[in-house]
């Protein structure tokens, strides 16, 4: 006998569940709360699932004009951060009943293919990390609503922006090591073109040069722990006084000053305190464990992922920076006085 490969409709879900068609299109399109009860949308779903049936998706966009998609563009997907932000973002999004495609930057940073046929026609929203800002001219255009993530909100592409509080976390871990009684500072900053790591310069030297006798010297490195292996190396042979203390962009670059500074048979933190901004799992699995700011990727996610829903209905994001915490461990003690 020849097997029924008809598909099941709404009306034999309707059929189903025991209730009318247009139940079943309000349960299945999520807009049921306050329209049929709990329990009626309880069975429709089950009978749906029971039946394995699917809406047609592409006569039901056309119908709303969304598809309750949202493409989050990030530079890596190696970086645990960026997991964590995808975390946050599907975690609200699912539950608005929206799924998010995760794509990442090629090369980390530059121009990136559509990765649709047609990006406007494939998605309702768009959040971008500004560390991918330049993937956004193939995929967005200027056609659909953005939320950028640790962007300058006063210069932003985006409709809204979401931010950590980062200037806060540099000048928390200034304050930390002034109060050691550090005074000859190098930063090891990230060689990247982003706003984030901008306002890291621009806080660590305003809040340094505050206090009287302090120096600072900044050296750059690709965003590798090879990099900042070679670059720290590099700056800590350099003539003149040695930095007691060395400032790191993030954990990565942190975790290749560790490998510079002892190759060169010196100790974190007896004669180098070390800290990282990101507080990535290997800030404990290095020795000693690093201090660094802890930022909530997924509370990144999570508030990207509001803005853009908020956006989506004509109402205002949230504001407000996310907090960040200093977390203090074993790469930071005061100055060898020899």
Known sequence: MARNTTRPT????A???GVSQAAVSLVLGDKWRGRVSETTAQRVREAARELGYRPNLAARNLRLGRTRTVLLVVPALTNEFFAGVYTGAARVAARH?????????????GPARDPFASAQAALDGVIASSMAADALDEIRGDQLPLVMLDSDPKGSPGAAT???????????IADHLLTLGHRRYLHLAADVASWTFEVRARELATRLHTVPGTTIRTVHAPL?????LTTTETALTTPGPRPTALVCDDDKLA?????AIRRLGLTVPDDISVTGLDDLALATAIDPELTTVRLDAERVGERGMQALLAVLDGRTPDAGDIPVEL???GSTAPPNPS
């Open 15 to 17: 059929q189903a569940a």
């Open 224 to 228: 590798t722990i090879e990099d900042a």
């Open 162 to 172: 979401v931010n950590l509080d980062i200037a806060d976390g540099v000048r928390q």
């Open 10 to 13: 709404s009306r034999d879900v």
């Open 255 to 259: 975790a290749g000053a560790y490998k």
């Open 327 to 329: 977390v203090v461990r």
């Open 97 to 109: 009943g929206f799924g998010v495609v995760l794509y990442p930057s090629p090369a980390g940073i």
